[in-house]
């Protein structure tokens, strides 16, 4: 194994357990599924990791150290997702819904808006039922489904959705896109300790083969 690999698999242990030490919601069973977590996005999302995964390693870590993480979360956020959905592509919905399962330190609650045709209104009827498989591990703790009579385009179809949210924070993830499992731990985390309400991310183009 190369140095490099070998400075991967360290991150995710200092991520877990430092998220173990730092947030008091975190047991010991979730710091073990934190690392399976990390370990199986980095493994099928390999080529991405020294872009995406060790910087984004590097800051949480330094938000864990810096003794603020529980002042700035106190107990375990709630996070709304919204996922509108027009003509998706099997294998690409499926991997963006895995990977909010895969989300890290916070409860989701996701809205899948559907933009009316009923084939999208099946797939993701299929779709979450297999979910469901996984609970275990899984941060969902809400998942809604929203369908549309007609097609009136992603904003509306997002704004279908957004209308419907409880929770004080919320961001969007789109039906063909995924989000690594620190995505909404992180953000939440930088959203707090700069005393700001909007955060703008950038993103990476991932391709399957």
Known sequence: MDHEHLEHLAFIDQVADAALSALPW???????????????FDSRYWTLTRYLSLPLYRETLLFLNSGQA???????????????????DRELLAMALQSLQAQIGVD?????????LDQDFHLVEN?????????????????????????????????????????TWFTCLDADD???????????????????????????RVSLR
């Open 26 to 40: 975190i047991s010991s069973d979730e710091c073990n599924k934190i690392k399976t977590k990390l370990l199986d």
């Open 70 to 88: 529980a002042f700035l979360l106190s107990s375990r956020p709630s996070l709304s997702v919204v996922i509108p959905v027009h003509n998706a």
């Open 108 to 116: 989701l609650e996701v809205w899948i808006s559907i933009d009316g």
């Open 127 to 167: 779709l979450v039922s297999q979910l469901h498989s996984d609970a275990a591990m899984s941060s969902i703790v809400r998942l809604e489904i929203l369908r549309g009579s007609s097609n009136v385009g992603v904003a509306r179809c997002r704004n279908r959705a957004l209308r419907q949210i409880t929770t």
């Open 178 to 204: 995924i989000f690594h499992p620190l995505r909404c731990l992180h953000g939440l985390l930088l959203l707090r300790q700069q005393g700001v309400q909007r955060l703008n991310t950038g993103w990476s």
